[in-house]
Protein backbone atom coordinates (compact mmCIF):
# COMPACT_ATOMS: atom_id res chain seq x y z
CA UNK A 1 0.00 0.00 0.00
CA UNK A 2 1.29 3.44 -1.17
CA UNK A 3 1.41 6.15 1.28
CA UNK A 4 -0.04 9.49 0.92
CA UNK A 5 2.70 11.86 0.37
CA UNK A 6 0.13 14.78 -0.63
CA UNK A 7 0.64 18.34 1.47
CA UNK A 8 -2.78 19.09 3.71
CA UNK A 9 -4.54 21.55 2.51
CA UNK A 10 -4.46 23.89 5.33
CA UNK A 11 -0.63 23.43 5.26
CA UNK A 12 -1.07 24.70 1.82
CA UNK A 13 -2.66 27.46 2.71
CA UNK A 14 0.06 28.35 5.87
CA UNK A 15 2.69 28.49 3.07
CA UNK A 16 1.22 30.20 -0.05
CA UNK A 17 -0.25 33.45 2.55
CA UNK A 18 3.26 35.00 3.69
CA UNK A 19 4.40 33.98 -0.15
CA UNK A 20 2.02 35.66 -1.83
CA UNK A 21 1.82 38.66 0.34
CA UNK A 22 5.68 38.80 -0.03
CA UNK A 23 4.67 38.57 -3.68
CA UNK A 24 2.11 41.81 -3.75
CA UNK A 25 4.76 44.03 -2.17
CA UNK A 26 6.98 43.87 -5.16
CA UNK A 27 3.58 45.20 -7.05
CA UNK A 28 1.80 47.32 -4.84
CA UNK A 29 2.36 49.24 -1.59
CA UNK A 30 -0.25 50.72 0.83
CA UNK A 31 0.49 54.34 1.75
CA UNK A 32 -1.10 57.23 3.51
CA UNK A 33 -1.24 60.84 2.47
CA UNK A 34 -0.05 63.52 4.82
CA UNK A 35 -0.19 67.32 3.48
CA UNK A 36 -2.53 69.35 1.47
CA UNK A 37 0.11 69.56 -1.32
CA UNK A 38 -1.93 67.20 -3.85
CA UNK A 39 -5.41 69.11 -3.33
CA UNK A 40 -7.95 68.32 -4.84
CA UNK A 41 -6.86 65.25 -6.33
CA UNK A 42 -5.79 64.01 -2.94
CA UNK A 43 -6.44 65.13 0.42
CA UNK A 44 -5.06 64.48 3.94
CA UNK A 45 -5.46 61.40 5.55
CA UNK A 46 -6.42 59.43 1.97
CA UNK A 47 -5.22 56.17 1.45
CA UNK A 48 -3.01 54.75 -1.53
CA UNK A 49 -1.80 52.07 -3.02
CA UNK A 50 1.51 52.61 -4.99
CA UNK A 51 1.70 50.91 -7.95
CA UNK A 52 5.70 49.11 -7.48
CA UNK A 53 5.80 47.72 -11.27
CA UNK A 54 5.12 49.96 -13.90
CA UNK A 55 8.39 51.93 -13.65
CA UNK A 56 11.03 48.68 -13.31
CA UNK A 57 9.20 48.01 -16.94
CA UNK A 58 8.28 51.84 -18.76
CA UNK A 59 8.68 55.34 -17.66
CA UNK A 60 6.37 57.88 -16.23
CA UNK A 61 4.44 59.97 -18.14
CA UNK A 62 3.77 63.42 -18.11
CA UNK A 63 0.60 64.26 -15.42
CA UNK A 64 1.59 60.63 -13.71
CA UNK A 65 1.41 60.58 -9.81
CA UNK A 66 4.75 59.51 -8.82
CA UNK A 67 5.98 59.00 -4.89
CA UNK A 68 9.67 59.32 -4.40
CA UNK A 69 11.54 59.67 -1.14
CA UNK A 70 12.11 63.01 0.76
CA UNK A 71 16.22 63.40 0.03
CA UNK A 72 16.66 64.59 3.71
CA UNK A 73 14.48 62.86 6.08
CA UNK A 74 14.58 59.08 6.64
CA UNK A 75 11.13 57.06 6.01
CA UNK A 76 9.40 60.41 4.21
CA UNK A 77 8.03 60.02 0.66
CA UNK A 78 6.58 62.62 -1.47
CA UNK A 79 3.50 62.43 -3.70
CA UNK A 80 3.97 64.72 -6.86
CA UNK A 81 2.59 65.24 -10.57
CA UNK A 82 5.29 64.62 -13.30
CA UNK A 83 5.22 67.64 -15.48
CA UNK A 84 8.36 67.60 -17.09
CA UNK A 85 10.46 64.96 -18.85
CA UNK A 86 13.94 63.98 -19.63
CA UNK A 87 15.70 66.57 -22.41
CA UNK A 88 12.88 69.08 -22.17
CA UNK A 89 13.09 72.87 -21.07
CA UNK A 90 10.82 73.91 -17.89
CA UNK A 91 10.13 77.50 -17.10
CA UNK A 92 7.70 78.88 -14.52
CA UNK A 93 6.31 82.56 -15.39
CA UNK A 94 5.44 85.74 -13.23
CA UNK A 95 2.20 84.98 -14.62
CA UNK A 96 2.51 81.27 -13.16
CA UNK A 97 2.26 79.85 -16.42
CA UNK A 98 4.59 76.22 -16.97
CA UNK A 99 6.50 76.55 -19.97
CA UNK A 100 7.52 73.21 -21.48
CA UNK A 101 10.21 73.40 -24.38
CA UNK A 102 8.76 77.09 -24.92
CA UNK A 103 4.91 76.15 -25.36
CA UNK A 104 2.25 76.88 -22.37
CA UNK A 105 1.14 73.92 -20.92
CA UNK A 106 -1.99 72.95 -20.76
CA UNK A 107 -3.17 71.07 -17.81
CA UNK A 108 -6.15 70.80 -15.70
CA UNK A 109 -4.36 69.85 -12.21
CA UNK A 110 -3.14 72.42 -10.64
CA UNK A 111 -4.96 74.48 -8.11
CA UNK A 112 -4.39 78.27 -8.53
CA UNK A 113 -1.74 80.40 -10.07
CA UNK A 114 2.02 79.60 -9.30
CA UNK A 115 2.86 82.55 -7.15
CA UNK A 116 6.77 81.12 -7.15
CA UNK A 117 8.16 79.46 -9.98
CA UNK A 118 11.10 79.17 -7.89
CA UNK A 119 14.13 76.97 -9.65
CA UNK A 120 12.09 77.46 -12.33
CA UNK A 121 11.57 80.78 -12.96
CA UNK A 122 14.56 80.99 -15.06
CA UNK A 123 14.36 78.21 -17.97
CA UNK A 124 16.31 74.91 -16.99
CA UNK A 125 16.69 71.91 -19.46
CA UNK A 126 16.24 68.72 -17.18
CA UNK A 127 18.41 65.75 -17.60
CA UNK A 128 18.33 62.32 -19.39
CA UNK A 129 17.23 60.72 -16.50
CA UNK A 130 15.31 63.79 -14.52
CA UNK A 131 11.84 64.60 -14.33
CA UNK A 132 10.43 67.85 -13.21
CA UNK A 133 7.33 67.38 -10.56
CA UNK A 134 4.70 69.87 -8.53
CA UNK A 135 2.20 69.13 -6.58
CA UNK A 136 -1.46 69.85 -7.89
CA UNK A 137 -1.97 72.64 -5.18
CA UNK A 138 0.82 74.54 -6.42
CA UNK A 139 1.11 77.03 -3.80
CA UNK A 140 1.43 74.86 -0.92
CA UNK A 141 3.44 72.28 -1.73
CA UNK A 142 7.13 71.99 -1.67
CA UNK A 143 8.17 70.28 -5.19
CA UNK A 144 10.64 70.31 -7.98
CA UNK A 145 11.02 74.21 -7.33
CA UNK A 146 12.71 73.72 -4.07
CA UNK A 147 16.23 73.27 -3.75
CA UNK A 148 15.50 70.84 -1.34
CA UNK A 149 13.82 68.26 -3.59
CA UNK A 150 14.94 69.96 -7.50
CA UNK A 151 14.83 67.18 -10.20
CA UNK A 152 13.84 63.90 -9.52
CA UNK A 153 15.82 60.81 -11.03
CA UNK A 154 13.24 57.64 -12.62
CA UNK A 155 15.76 55.62 -9.93
CA UNK A 156 14.51 57.79 -6.81
CA UNK A 157 10.90 56.90 -7.65
CA UNK A 158 8.97 54.66 -5.56
CA UNK A 159 5.98 54.02 -7.95
CA UNK A 160 3.00 55.34 -9.35
CA UNK A 161 0.02 56.56 -7.66
CA UNK A 162 -2.70 54.05 -8.40
CA UNK A 163 -5.48 53.85 -6.53
CA UNK A 164 -7.25 55.36 -3.67
CA UNK A 165 -8.54 53.04 -1.53
CA UNK A 166 -10.10 55.28 1.33
CA UNK A 167 -12.23 56.64 2.39
CA UNK A 168 -14.65 55.34 0.27
CA UNK A 169 -16.38 58.67 -1.35
CA UNK A 170 -13.02 58.74 -2.92
CA UNK A 171 -12.44 55.27 -3.96
CA UNK A 172 -10.93 55.50 -7.69
CA UNK A 173 -7.90 55.20 -10.02
CA UNK A 174 -6.44 58.08 -10.00
CA UNK A 175 -6.10 60.62 -12.88
Not at 141 to 162: A, L, Q, T
Request: charged share 25%; hydrophobic share 40%; aromatic share 12%.
Amino acid sequence: MKKDRRIPGFLLVLLAVPVFVTALSWFVKPTMVKGDSMQPTLEDGDCLLIDRWSYRTGEPKRFDVVVFPYPYRSGTYYIKRVIALPGETIRISGDGDIYVNGRVLIEHYGNGAIQDGGLAANEMTLGEDEYFVLGDNRNSSVDSREPDVGNIRKSDIVGKGWVCLFPFERFGVLE
